[in-house]
């Protein structure tokens, strides 16, 4: 039976955790927000660890004052951050001191989703898990058990499963985020970006930023690098349909009618191409199939793109011959959350074909190639051999370029049991209910589960679904794998903990060790704890495992990563070269080169519903931090002054958005401004949570994701749109 | 178009300054009318000092009010102060450019100030002291006695009684960051308010005192008929009300003059005032001003005892009352329309 | 002596909050209150629009209005670089400061004294810039003595366009703004 999630299905997780604790008041500094039994001591303590309130790892040092958490920094040594956090490093003291975390395994009693929880102890949840786990083994085959998660603390625990026998672990990050984008670039250039992407922003003398809102969103780094290149004056070409911050520093805003931004790509090309202001000898060196690729983008004439983008021609002239009067350093950014039509991974292939013309791949200025430091490893049994295939995607038939797990997949072979049943899911740091869309499908698959494991640190959505809820500590209280980082030069990062943890929370290692032993394969985790598993993996690299307690970075060789620098250029395509008509898509019935459709348009009194982010927040996950989460408490939802005023919609008043499938949001406020579309609305991704234990995030703002009911999947990988939904407003009575 | 957003959200302070609540309207209240009864009984310590009016009651129970009044309005001064266990620390300097510091000091001599000046004629009125501190009796002889000790005395009273009801007005329109204060007529208008509403309670009283003979007797009843019974075997002369009633008018012309200053000051300074008079003019600022200040505070007493002054109507407590009123809803309004005022941002720069 | 101030790049600031949420853990600021904070203000109709983002605080003024309307002299002028604090073991309370900031920079403690920024006096002490300037990311803040030609922060006074807020209150904030 299919449960809509309706704001009635609270997680009622305080009776069983928090028992007589007082809520803690507002108005007192956080550190007294969660009482702690942190040892006294006098004076300032200073850790080095990396950051994991998002993934984005800056390295950090973390400040103890007299046994109290008292501010995380940035470690100077750390080449991401280079010594300063952005706000949610700088707030990740607010994470130790969040009120609303887990504090004790919890086992479900009653129905799933009524919230009636028993803690237990940790023998007791793991044991349950265990024995759960071999039920489903027996009766459907260890494949039967997936994972979904986000974020490095999984290591061990997707291990542990791995040793068992399990084999489908997807993370939300592929299918509803920078997959597409890392499947269009490989179709293009032989590999994805990874992650951060290698875009060489502090060099660059073009910027070319499509939906991307640095600034907003905090990629730490890369936010660092734009500030140098607003500095250094060159051209920012910013295409959004909101004038975002990076639009407010750009020398060129276009306003671009959502959907249509393929359509400006191929006119970028088509100028590029036409005016002769591409790479040649780039092409002519590295190229396949460029003749091919003219001819089929001989029609996107920046004419045509001015009636499907809203664009003026000129416009769309002028600023192809900015990126190409910086060639080669100019970066047409790829963007990371990409997903957004449907189409996702052909409009990034051509992001990737326009940055192929510019010829800036592996140059300065441009995109380089990233290096890597080694790691030794450290000897684990090796994993069981599995005959079956996977079940998001059997044999690549379903999505055949798809290179990761797709979650969606997954939640698809639950609902249907094809190719073989899922019955239990285990959950890490993920919110799959705000992070699939559509939540009436993620809740009738979690109907059809034999066991539902959640890991958190805060209890999200999912967490209210779920059989055995296990809370895990912050990253500030634990070890995690060692961090093995890619960038202009490679490096290691420690994690290690600055903090004991307040309750009966654990770290992954720990969790991932105790259930081995309870599935009887205690030999898939041979060390004692973690710092030996990292020590011997640090001292066999031959570096010193002190040193890098003490300092927290070990920064690796330098090698060549531009053309500058004497890199040689490889692209391992089919046909070694850059494709810039794609055979192998040919091949399995897809466009060659990106062809333009234009996707559907908002009904009558209906706004396509963009979203984005903000800079204090992550997700969903922080919104209950008490220094984040004061900083921005709830979203707005943004609309164009003069549609405000035809609706009659003051600036603050609140509404409810109602979508094209009459799902109804919870209150949000109107925020009326210049800084968009009349014919579109935005706002912040995240919010809107209908946990009540959440108590200072609960109903705070309206959630996109719950309004994300409608969505397309991307044939080539599977990937899931986000911005395919429509709303229009309701007034509150 | 403009748009200005912030991320602040200070308590008290956004989305509009609120630091001052009912505190603040009932001291300046207050304290103005204990100003214009220090002024007022000043002047009737003069007439004391001449040797008429020996029986008036004005040099007794305005400063015995005072002194009341002076203690509810200092409570609630405590009662604003957010860090009140440091409270002493005011007395420790005088801050010249402060006037609360200024203020302040003016309020620690007020005090037993009018504590004498209350004690020179209670001996008189409350018998059960006289007798229990004969020394207060002997005391209060000997000041009566002297025309000079009563001059200076009066001369106290009235000094310090301006300096009291104009303090406040010129702490408010020193700020800069409050436009609807920043006005150099605020002082001399809440002074100017206070004499007037100091007449109208003096008023109050007489209209309602009755004598009672004997005069009561013993600690608590005594104490009570000191205050509210007028000295001598007959209540307060009919003369005694008409000057109330005159210098009431005057005091009210005034006001009425004072505000159409502050108004037009407003609109014809810096465009932070004239949004500080839009303010004023708008919601329930508006109806505050025009309907309970202006009409029913200021310009239906002034034709009221005029008409009563030229016996055309019979004399009642409604003017008094109205003065009242329409003085507590000067303060209420200055402090609460005051905090939400603030310097515009330029729309082109 | 020297005379602190700062020098905000409005054009490389994104509004981020770190500053925001820096000083609040540096200073043991009490949850929901902020001694600093970002102001947007935005110009123009869609689609011709300009924006002007502003990490905003007490401005630590060369003619301080909270400083003469303090009974007490809790609010005053230090010695050592001429920063405005406030000495909260004078302070009564009394909350004339708070409402004489044109900047609405000062607000009242639930400690019950008036509390704002302080230029992070300890860190500058240590040789250190204040928290907001050190975290940063954008690396639009300098702070500096304005005495001093030298400084990073005259510098970027002679060199660059600037503006303050609310020049007309009379105030001489040492907060300035390049644009």
Known sequence: ?733 | MLEITTTRHNPLVDPHLAVWSWEIPLYLFVGGIVAGLMILGGVALLRLARGEDPKGYFSLHAPITAFMLLNLGMLALFLDLAHKLYVWAVYLTLQPLAPMSWGSWVLIIVYPLLLVSALIRLPEAWPWLAQRVPLLARWSDALLASSRALRALAWTNIVLGVALGIYTGILLSTMVARPLWNVSILGPLFLVSGLSAGAALLHLMAALMRPQRPAPQGPIAGAIGALIQPLGKEPPAKETANALIRADIGFLAVELLMLGLLLIGLVTSSASHAAAFELLMSGKFAFAFWGVLVALGIVIPLALQGLELAHRIPHTLVPAVLVLIGGYTLRWLMVNAGQMSQIVQAAVR | MARFGMVIDTRKCVGCMDCVVACQTENDVPVGYARDWITTEVRGEFPNLTMEIRSERCNHCDNPPCVYCCPTGASHVEDFGKTVQVNANRCIGCKACVSACPYGARFVHPKGYADKCTFCLHRVKEGKDPACVSVCPTHCMVFGDLDDPASEASRLLRTRKWHTLLPEAGTKPRVFYLT
């Open chain 1, 1 to 733: 039976m299919t449960r809509p999630l309706t704001r009635r299905q609270f997680l009622k997780i305080s009776a069983a955790t928090f028992g007589a604790a007082a809520a803690a008041s507002e108005l007192r500094p956080i550190a007294q927000a969660v009482a702690a039994d942190a040892p006294a001591a006098k004076g300032v303590t200073a850790t080095p660890t990396f950051c994991e309130m998002c993934f984005w790892r800056c390295g950090g040092i973390a400040y103890v004052r007299d046994g109290r958490l008292w501010k995380f920094e940035g470690n100077p040594l750390d080449p991401q951050s280079r010594g300063r956090l952005c706000p949610r490093g700088t707030g990740a003291v607010g994470s130790y001191y969040d009120p609303d975390r887990l504090r004790k395994p919890l086992i479900r009693k009653g129905e799933r989703g009524k919230e009636q929880w028993q803690t237990a102890s940790w023998d007791e949840a793991l044991g349950f898990i265990a024995e759960r786990m071999n039920k489903i083994k027996q009766q459907y085959g260890p494949e039967s058990v997936a994972m979904f998660n986000h974020g490095i603390g999984v290591r061990f625990i997707q291990h542990v499963l791995k040793s068992w026998g399990a084999i489908n672990f997807a993370g939300p990050s592929f299918a509803q985020c920078r997959g597409p984008r890392d499947v269009g670039f490989t179709l293009t250039f032989g590999t994805g970006l990874g992650s951060p992407e290698p875009t060489d922003i502090a060099n660059t003398d073009c910027l070319v930023l499509i939906g991307s809102h640095l600034g907003e969103n905090m990629h730490n780094s890369q936010v660092q690098e734009f500030a140098q290149a607003v500095e250094r004056r060159i051209p920012i070409i910013v295409v959004d349909p909101r004038f975002s911050v990076a639009a407010s520093k750009a020398k060129y805003w276009l306003p671009i009618r959502p959907g249509t931004d393929l359509a400006l790509i191929l006119a970028w090309c088509n100028v590029l191409v036409s005016e002769g202001r591409y790479d040649k000898a780039f092409v002519d060196k590295y190229g396949k199939g460029f003749d091919k690729f003219v001819q089929e983008i001989r029609q996107y004439t920046p004419q045509w793109a001015e009636a499907e983008t809203d664009i003026k021609a000129e416009t769309i002239r002028a600023t192809a011959l900015e990126m190409a009067n910086a060639r080669p350093a100019v970066i047409v950014h790829p963007g990371r959350r990409v997903n957004w039509y449907g189409d996702d991974s052909q409009r990034s292939r051509a992001v990737a074909l326009l940055n192929a013309l510019l010829g800036n791949w592996g140059r300065k200025g441009g995109l380089f190639s990233q290096a890597g430091i080694k790691v030794a490893g450290y000897p684990l049994p090796p994993y069981p051999q599995s005959g079956r295939p996977l079940a998001d995607n059997p044999n690549r038939e379903r999505y055949p370029f798809a290179d990761e797990a797709v979650t969606t997949g997954i939640r698809d072979a639950t609902l249907t049991g094809k190719p073989y049943p899922i019955k239990g899911w285990f959950v890490y740091s993920s919110n799959i209910v705000q992070a699939l869309p559509n939540q009436a499908e993620t809740l009738k698959a979690i109907d059809a589960l034999d066991l539902l494991v959640v890991i958190d640190t805060v209890p999200s959505e999912i967490a209210g679904y779920a059989d055995v809820v296990l809370p895990e500590v912050t990253f500030l209280e634990r070890y995690d794998e060692l961090l093995a980082g890619w960038g202009r030069r490679g490096w290691i990062a420690l994690r290690q903990p600055v903090m004991p943890a307040p309750h009966d929370q654990k770290p992954g290692w720990w969790i991932a060790k105790q259930l081995a032993a309870k599935l009887g394969i205690p030999e898939s985790m041979p060390f004692d704890d973690i710092e030996q598993y990292l020590r011997a993996r640090i001292e066999k690299s031959g570096y010193d495992w002190d040193k890098l307690k003490r300092e927290g970075i070990i920064m690796g060789p330098k090698q060549p990563t531009t053309v500058e620098e004497g890199l040689e250029l490889s692209f391992e395509t089919p046909s070694g070269k850059v494709e810039f008509y794609s055979e192998q898509l040919k091949a399995r019935g897809f466009d060659p080169v990106p062809k333009y459709k234009r996707h559907s348009t908002a009904p009558d009194g209906y706004f396509r519903l963009i979203t984005g982010r903000a800079p204090v927040h992550t997700f969903s996950r922080t919104q209950s931090n008490p220094l984040l989460g004061d900083a921005m408490r709830e979203n707005e939802i943004w609309v164009n002054g003069a549609t405000a005023k035809k609706l009659g919609l003051a600036n603050g008043q609140y509404v409810r958005l109602k979508n094209q499938d009459g799902v109804v949001s919870n209150r949000v406020r109107v925020k009326a401004t210049q800084r968009i579309r009349p014919d579109t609305v935005y706002m912040v991704y995240g919010f809107g949570h209908t946990n009540p234990m959440r108590k200072s995030a609960y109903l705070k703002g309206a959630s996109a994701a719950q309004l994300t009911t409608r969505y397309e999947t991307d044939p080539l990988m599977g990937g899931t749109s986000i911005h395919s939904n429509f709303v229009t407003f309701v007034k509150e009575a």
